[in-house]
């Protein structure tokens, strides 16, 4: 319990730009991430989640210029040395994508695809890597799994497909996973089975994970703490709890009001008017003024700084929060 | 069936069946048989909105292009507004095209890029031959102003739009012949969760300014429940069951059902704390399971379900269900917790609804 104080993971003001004088694409983002910890990144399309999961990964195309740090296990991600970044990723460190159709090799059989990472990480002969590839593929409940070693993916279905590349993933006990909406491409029934699986083998190996979505529904499932992003920024953030009992950005009410709900009908859906401006037309100020029904001309100039509001660790970046108190004229 | 006698049915599916595959194709060799949809009876009443939902794979995509006999049916048959619409010849066919249009999920596809959005507003109007030239402008500035784009959009080209207004294009495009019945075959999954709302909320007013009957195929329940009047929930090609939209949510009866809206991430932390999970992969379309085609991942299965095939059967008033235990099952009901939001949560929503002058949602 006392290694639960160090964080795992601490990123402190990691933004992306493509070009000096374009907009970042992730703005000044920080965050930590204990070990065993769910966080979730949740935002619409643009809103720079999977390009932060990129980074974090080393994998950002070579255009990008990220800045900030991001420091897991004592070393910044950022800076280090590719051959160093190699030996982390897929060992200490993993990532799950959204395509589970694209992200498996065709020509390659499951069984090579999860022993891969056993021979590359931990010098495992091809015979000890096949043993850990049929364990692993038990672990995610893969059935008949002697017999999947042998298969290629498109053999599999494309819940099958996401349970191997958890394999792949998961085989080597990285203490952090990245997860890319994971569940995206999957049907509702297979979707609980997936989350259920991570969950469960995430407890097991104390792992812990981020994960990328654009579900609420999944957020309030999975999460232990969220991070709200819109444009780039981090907007609100704080624990499940938080952000669903107690929402205070804008941007978050208006995603949660945009959700139907499953019980009765009560009315029209809340919606965000427009939609996301392109990077090159972001406001100087929030990014969300140009879609905030309680904007005024502070918003649109100045950039409001994540603040703690409510619950101890739970912040959010708005000057009219709560908006009952600061902008109820508006409202009337 | 389900509708009486006086109800205005607009559209009535009987026994509807599409096979796709079967016999020996070069190089492949023998082809499976799939049974896309397999014995499918619905009728749709005038003005609702009648929604049909599943997985992917169930059929619900083959059986929205059968009743627009956009691919042919295998057996069975198709009434619109009365008339048997399977045998049709062509020029026929096209006429009625007019009555009944489709919009598809993928809005970056269904759009030829070449075209400017006027031209894609505008084909449907010329090919039926309802208007040209500066007539056929005027209808085209007409329609985008009722997808909420602006008419001067019209010389622009698909690639300049975001998904929500390629989303609207295509709306104005299915809606420019006027037609009585609107197909939405994922009308909205291909889009983000604000933008989402914005479509939802614009097909129900749609409906209602113009009267149209709409029939939407969706996977996700939330958004049919917020949308639809009736649905028909689809399983291997078979429809498992069909009621109003609360009873189906309230007292649902077939056990996949329930197994659908228990697998629905709630937007509430804590309220999904204990449910049994549907296990498996669906089987192949290609080799159905004999008797109840859902017995081999149903925990409730008996002997009967593995050997007879359950007909669909009313239950209760305008409550069909295809199970042979339907009737002996305990009462399913949604956790009490999915309805439970926080004040802080309902107040500041509705604020924030209310600030854009749409009256009170849900939080």
Known sequence: ?332 | MTADASTDIILDARNLTRYFGGGYRFPFGEMPLIRAVDGVSLSVRRGETFAIVGESGCGKSTLARLILRLIEPTGGSVRFEGREITGTPPEAMRRLRRDMQIIFQDPFGSLNPRMTVGALIGEPLSVHGIASGRERDARVREMLRLVGLRPDHAGRYPHEFSGGQRQRIGIARALATRPRLLIGDEPVSALDVSIRAQVINLLEDLKAQLGLTLILVAHDLAVIRHTSDRIAVMYLGEIVEIADRDSLFETPRHPYTRSLIDAIPVPVPGARAARTLLQGDPPSPAAPPPGCRFHTRCVYAKDICRTDRPALRDIASGHRVACHLAGELQAHTLPAALETVSAARQRRVALFAGAQGIPASNA
């Open chain 1, 1 to 332: 319990m006392m290694a639960e104080a160090t964080p795992l993971l601490d990123v402190e003001s990691l933004s992306i730009r493509f070009g000096p004088s374009a907009p970042a694409l992730v703005d000044n983002l920080s965050f930590s991430l204990k070990p065993g910890e769910t966080l979730c990144l949740v935002g619409e399309s643009g809103c720079g989640k999977s390009l932060t999961a990129l980074a974090l990964m080393g994998l950002l195309p070579t255009r990008a210029q990220p800045s900030g740090r991001a420091r897991f296990e004592g070393r910044d991600l950022l800076t280090l040395p590719a051959r160093q970044m190699q030996d982390l990723r897929g060992d200490r460190m993993a990532m799950i994508f959204q395509e589970p159709m694209t992200s498996l090799n065709p020509a390659f059989r499951i069984g090579d695809q999860i022993g891969e990472s056993i021979v590359r990480h931990r010098g495992a002969s091809r015979s000890e890597a096949r043993k850990l590839a049929l364990d692993m593929l038990r672990k995610v409940r893969i059935p008949a799994a002697e017999k999947r070693l042998d298969a290629y993916p498109h053999q599999l279905s494309g819940g099958m497909r996401q349970r191997i590349m958890i394999a792949v993933a998961l085989v080597n006990e990285p203490d952090l996973l990245i997860a890319d909406e994971p569940t995206t491409a999957l049907d509702v029934t297979i979707q609980a089975q997936i989350l259920a699986l991570m969950r469960e083998l995430q407890r097991a190996a104390g792992m812990a994970m981020i994960l990328v979505t654009h579900d609420l529904g999944v957020v309030a499932e999975v999460a232990d703490r969220v991070a709200v992003m819109y444009a780039g920024r981090i907007v609100e953030t704080g624990t499940a709890r938080d952000l669903f009992d107690d929402p205070q950005h804008p941007y978050t009410l208006g995603l949660i009001g945009s959700l139907p709900s499953l019980g009765r009908r009560e009315g029209r859906l809340a919606t965000i008017p427009g939609s996301v401006p392109p990077p090159d037309r972001f406001p100087a100020g929030c990014r969300f003024a140009t879609r905030c029904p309680f904007a005024d001309a502070r918003c649109w100039t100045e950039t409001p700084p994540l603040t703690g509001i409510g619950a101890a660790g739970h912040r959010a970046a708005c000057f009219k929060a709560p908006i009952e108190a600061n902008a109820g004229g508006l409202a009337a």
